[in-house]
């Protein structure tokens, strides 16, 4: 079975390549290997089991490119169903003692404008 020219796996071999993985992480975890190393050796047996069924060798990274390909792709349908979520942004530094001065001062115009009256001068 040729591989395409992304890397990634003939069609007829993924959904053998994802059930193998998933079977190849609770064999690890059965080992008692948790975290990366769970991740690793899931991906070297996924790699070793898909190279005996295509009868070419099936690299970790041809394995890894169909996961992460199908994580997105689940990750897309499930944010289909939600509204949208928009990241807070945060300052990347805490403002300086300049910045903080200028913002009152910009804060404190804008209040004095709006007090002031069609001909611009601040009613008492």
């Given at each position: 079975?040729?591989t395409?020219p992304?890397?990634?796996?003939?069609?007829?071999?993924?959904?053998?390549?994802l059930?193998?993985?998933?079977e190849a992480?609770?064999?690890?975890?059965?080992?008692?290997?948790?975290?990366t190393?769970?991740?690793v050796?899931?991906?070297?047996?996924?790699a070793?089991?898909a190279s005996?069924?295509a009868g070419?060798?099936?690299?970790e990274?041809?394995?890894m490119?169909?996961l992460?390909?199908e994580?997105?792709?689940?990750?897309?349908h499930?944010a289909a169903?939600?509204?949208?979520v928009?990241?807070?942004?945060?300052?990347?530094?805490?403002?300086?003692?300049?910045?903080?001065?200028?913002?009152?001062?910009?804060?404190m115009?804008?209040?004095?404008?709006?007090s002031?009256?069609?001909?611009g001068?601040?009613?008492?």
């Open positions: 079975m040729p395409s992304h890397g990634t796996p003939d069609r007829g071999l993924k959904p053998f390549i059930a193998i993985h998933r992480l609770d064999t690890a975890a059965a080992k008692g290997l948790t975290g190393l769970a991740q050796a899931a991906l070297q047996d996924t070793s089991l005996a069924r070419r060798p099936v690299t990274e041809e394995v490119r169909l992460l390909r994580r997105r792709a689940r990750n897309i499930e169903g939600t509204a949208p928009t990241p807070i942004r945060k300052p990347a530094a805490a403002p300086s003692r300049f910045h903080l001065g200028r913002w009152r001062s910009v804060a115009g804008m209040a004095r404008s709006a002031a009256g069609p001909a001068k601040a009613r008492l």
